[in-house]
């Protein structure tokens, strides 16, 4: 089951690492790039459980709505992120996730507080520096970005906190549904100061839309819930250490970034691979004393 839980968390980090590409292949602004994309995700899910004949009947649905609403505060500031800046800075800011859950999961989850974990994070942040030369003229997207990383963090834990004896069926239907509803009030306040902004897709980006939705929003959500139920908050986040190089290789691969890849770009990249397998050995180690 813990190889099960490990593949399943790549796979969603695999997919979050796809995520940002969108910001770059939609041109709509990134407040109706989230209202589609949670509107959408939540209208295919509930057509899932309809088809299927499921119904979320797990309690707490106000709380849980609220994290959907979290987790869309937390996207805004991550394709805004990109949107100021580029795809580099905001996968690499995004990163930072790492290192804020260990600083506030002692009093969130009401953990004790591991040096071991942070000195892993803080290997991890040193890489992203190296994978990425802050501009200067990128330091709106940076702050964006670390907000970006602020809100997973507490999107992480307090889903965490709550998760247990939930299904994820039930989990990701009541986030979609609290972050749709948010959205949606969000939107019209939004308008009323953005007077002019695009609203209606044109073309291919109804497929990015769609794609966004679903693989990138539901099943990469119902993968992150389903792990936060085994593995803890800070392995969670660590394995989200891997988006910034999954992002600026796709970023390469797919939108034609010419960035040069650097000896600093390997040494960081590898920083971050250390920091993971080093975390990943030491649940390892730590489940095996225990059979």
């Known amino acids: 089951m813990r190889g099960t839980d490990y593949l399943k968390l790549h796979t969603s980090v695999l997919l979050s690492g796809f995520t940002g590409v969108f910001a770059k292949l939609i041109p709509l602004s990134e407040t109706v790039i989230v209202w589609y994309r949670m509107f959408l995700a939540f209208v295919f899910f509930a057509l899932i459980l309809l088809f299927m004949r499921k119904k979320p009947q797990d309690?707490?649905?106000?709380?849980?709505?609220?994290?959907?609403?979290?987790?869309?505060?937390?996207?805004?500031?991550?394709?805004?992120?990109?949107?100021?800046?580029?795809?580099?800075?905001?996968?690499?800011?995004?990163?930072?996730?790492?290192?804020?859950?260990?600083?506030?999961?002692?009093?969130?989850?009401?953990?004790?507080?591991?040096?071991?974990?942070?000195?892993?994070?803080?290997?991890?942040?040193?890489?992203?520096?190296?994978?990425?030369?802050?501009?200067?003229?990128f330091r709106l997207g940076?702050?964006?970005?670390?907000?970006?990383?602020?809100?997973?963090?507490?999107?992480?834990?307090?889903?965490?906190?709550?998760?247990?004896?939930?299904?994820?069926?039930?989990?990701?239907?009541?986030?979609?549904?609290?972050?749709?509803?948010?959205?949606?009030?969000?939107?019209?306040?939004?308008?009323?100061?953005?007077?002019?902004?695009?609203?209606?897709?044109?073309?291919?980006?109804?497929?990015?839309?769609?794609?966004?939705?679903?693989?990138?929003?539901?099943?990469?959500?119902l993968l992150?819930?389903?792990?936060?139920?085994?593995?803890?908050?800070?392995t969670v986040s660590l394995a989200g250490n891997l988006e910034p190089v999954y992002g600026i290789l796709f970023a390469i691969i797919f939108l034609g970034e010419a960035r040069e890849l650097t000896l600093s770009f390997y040494t960081g990249m590898a920083l971050i691979l250390l920091s993971v397998f080093l975390q990943s050995f030491k649940k390892a180690d730590t489940c095996s004393s225990h059979l």
Request: aromatic share 18%.
């Open 142 to 221: 940076i702050v964006l970005g670390i907000i970006s990383a602020f809100l997973f963090a507490l999107y992480t834990l307090f889903n965490n906190k709550i998760v247990h004896g939930k299904s994820s069926r039930a989990m990701l239907f009541y986030e979609l549904l609290g972050g749709t509803v948010f959205m949606t009030i969000f939107m019209i306040f939004y308008l009323c100061f953005m007077r002019g902004t695009e609203l209606i897709p044109k073309g291919i980006e109804w497929l990015w839309l769609i794609i966004l939705a679903i693989f990138c929003t539901v099943l990469l959500y």
């Open 59 to 137: 309690g707490d649905w106000l709380k849980i709505s609220g994290l959907g609403a979290l987790l869309a505060v937390h996207l805004i500031f991550f394709f805004a992120s990109i949107k100021y800046a580029n795809l580099a800075v905001g996968v690499v800011c995004y990163s930072l996730v790492g290192f804020f859950t260990v600083i506030f999961e002692p009093f969130i989850c009401k953990v004790k507080f591991s040096l071991t974990e942070l000195l892993y994070s803080l290997l991890a942040v040193l890489g992203i520096w190296l994978i990425f030369s802050f501009d200067s003229s």
């Open 224 to 234: 992150h819930i389903d792990v936060l139920k085994r593995l803890s908050p800070f």
